[in-house]
């Protein structure tokens, strides 16, 4: 199964207030992954908030990922650009390779897939479709 998990999320607020209504925050994750992709990510996202927490419906966050590890034996680097969306069910992305950022084994790498989970399972599944 193709999964990753959070292993570490800082998120602070930037603009707006908790309780006032839309605001914007910035998160800072790690993740590790296994399946097609074997290794360990930085996230950096933008999070809208319609309202307070996910009950005001559906929010978005634009985000870039680093991966570092292995996609089918072949190692090094690469960065996806994700658009996340969530509410109090769960998450769900789609994302691309960054064209270019590929590099050692990675280098030339093209790609793109879909995320998804449920808020607060320690499991997120993704598909990942790429060619070198």
Do not use: Q
């Amino acid at each position: 199964m193709n999964a990753f998990t959070t292993k570490n999320w800082e998120e602070k607020i930037v603009s707006g207030t908790e309780g006032s209504g839309p605001r914007v925050a910035y998160a800072h994750a790690l993740f590790a992954y296994s399946g097609v992709l074997e290794g360990e990510s930085t996230c950096d996202l933008l999070l809208y908030y319609a309202g307070e927490g996910y009950e005001s419906g559906e929010t978005t966050s634009p985000s870039f990922e680093r991966f570092e590890g292995k996609v089918e034996g072949r190692e090094g680097t690469f960065v996806i650009r994700h658009e996340y969306t969530f509410d109090a069910k769960g998450i769900a992305s789609t994302f691309t390779v960054v064209p270019g950022s590929g590099t050692g084994e990675l280098a030339g790498l093209t790609g793109s897939g879909t995320a998804g989970g449920t808020i607060g399972e320690d499991k997120v599944g993704y598909t990942f479709e790429y060619a070198f």
